[in-house]
């Protein structure tokens, strides 16, 4: 039994979803041979040390009842810096104007030889290459398919099946409220603010939607996937951005009767990177609706290959950690 | 470098499309630690042998100008006992009867203690379980991407990418020919009569469709499909087909004013095999159009994932044998 020791940094819904996960996966990692233990959980009141291992199912009870995991005064970097293991597992929430504590928290598991996974998408959108950089000097592995569209598999699709095949562009719908407004305003003929509200009513835009609807949350995820796939050092600035503040229901019903659906599309070409609404052909791999993510992908023997699925989720994002972490268990790219 | 011996045991437009992006990929095969060398190709004819490696290009030449690579009277079967290598790659033409001269050849192959991949569906169609026992006895390894939808890269993705995820159910197009008729007959709102006569001009459906158009190749795809991810041992003849021939373009305006797109979905759900045409959303992961494939399987944490790829193509098939062919030499699953 290989066993392995982790920290979750951030125990938010993300960091919540990925204990839930190794719980209900337990007997599938024993079975692989997979021996992975807990050993710190930190929130923003402070940690949780166990070297032993941490019931995961008393630290989910304890943050729902008391709103912190923390019983010593630590913050995530003094876990990292401080306590010996192998796989820090990074869920912050996200700061796209300096990388943040996240970025720290990274650098800092490099710094001690410790391999990182994440979902935090605000350092690689700023600092992808100084990051994994670092992360080859240091020897460590630095994973991060649920920075990119939640449940939606793109990077390990490319770098592990599509293995072999050059990829030439990458086309995609990046950000799961965008989408879900757009659609619905076809469907009610409604206009964008109305759609907003009830995306806001329903929980899956939030109070402030700048993030979203601006294109930043898109071209955030598309300079992750364009660095890692192109091998570039983009940040998110250099992403031409237009949100979707300005689509009429009108502009769309048109477009419809003509074949077309509006959708706001993340796209990667000769080393460019937009973000803007665009027409798709209905029944196009990239015409799907709700609040799915799709990334398609043009590749030199293949073609074009195309994968849907769930942007967010708590569960969904922890299922991308998951398969990060089997990775890294496994010895694999 | 890692030396690796390999058979091309059918000489057809797939078995081209290998040769032809072995050659393409070298440099990147080279890099990856790997030389590749064909040992040996066959065709109906006979075969061609070189054990320092054939030149490719001079093979695709002799193939094109005298219809042949054969120098020896040996069939593959031969090449396969006799000559000593490592990876025997399969793409004779399939036999969904009694899976005829590919069966043989798998079988001589883990007798042999040789690898197979194939994009050969009849034998895994018919005797999928016994051919993977055989495999796993002998310590051979077994792959057979290309069997399914081409270059929708479906079995690697659930093998690889969502490891760590229950499988609940499939859902798919999986036959390019279908999809084709369908998606024209809602375009031309024409019978399926005329489409079915446009894709046969086309080179898209065959002078006798009856394979593709009865449901025949979708249930051997899915059969191989649900085989590999549940571990079952089913055949062609469990499906429950239908075709696509009985449906009116009437029918599918109707259900397009309401929303929906009629397509030939395969489905495995609780051990059920089937294969109909199914009304899905527009807009839905399923509902692309054109000669696509697609599937969408359904996962206990990452929801729904869709992937989306073409369902036939010299090169495409033969990109997802590279695939299979470069997870044997890392030795991965």
Redesign the interface.
Known sequence: MKQVRISIIGFGSVGQGVAE?LM??QD?LTKMGLDIKVIAISDSKGSFINQNGIDLNSALEQKRQKGTVANVQKTGVEIINEIEHDVVIETTPTNIEDGGVGLENMLASFENGRHVITSNKGPLALKYKYLVDTANLSGCKFKFEATVGG???II??IK??????DILSIQGILNGTCNYIL?RMLEEEASYEQMLAEAQERGIAETDPTYDVEGIDAACKLVILANSVFDMDSTYKDVDSVGITKITPESMLLAYNDGY?TKLIGEVRNGKLSVGPRLVP????L????T?N?A?VQ????????????GA?S??T???I??DL??ICNN?N
């Open positions: 996960v209900k996966k599938y449940a939606m598999p390990n699709l592990g099946v599509l293995a072999g095949n659609t659906v209905v029944g196009h791999p015409s799907v609706g709700d799915l799709v398609s590749t030199d023997l293949a073609g074009p290959v195309t994968i849907t699925g769930r989720g569960i969904e922890a299922s991308a998951l398969s089997i990775a694999d």
